[in-house]
């Protein structure tokens, strides 16, 4: 089963931007759906954006307007664009390959 493993998390100031990466252990092409959730603290994991084979995209209404997801096969990487951060966004953020794969997780933090 494929491997997951996010990278690009940290320390954001209230309107900032970062960019996550899910590095995946084999070829994405081919999975149907790779997305990201995140999970504040305290809170469920949430599905806040996903990207699905033939490039088209779902974001969740909390997101939308400020997060982008994209892929890039030949790098077998998925990213999660995210801009004018909030404090509400802070959370363990989460990459997935058709919910069934899950990476180990990279912490957001936005705080002044």
């Known amino acids: 089963q494929v491997q997951l493993v996010e990278s690009g998390g940290g320390l954001v100031q209230p309107g900032g931007s970062l960019r996550l990466s899910c590095a995946a252990s084999e070829s994405i092409v081919n999975i149907y759906m790779m997305g990201w959730a995140r999970q504040p603290p305290g809170k469920q994991r949430e599905l806040v954006a996903q990207s699905f084979r033939g490039d088209s995209t779902v974001y969740a209404d909390s997101v939308k307007g400020r997060f982008t997801i994209s892929r890039d096969n030949a790098k077998n990487t998925v990213y999660l664009q995210m801009n004018s951060l909030e404090p509400e966004d802070t959370a363990v953020y989460y990459c997935?390959?058709?919910?069934?794969?899950w990476g180990q997780g990279t912490q957001v933090t936005v705080s002044a």
């Open positions: 997935t390959a058709n919910l069934r794969n």
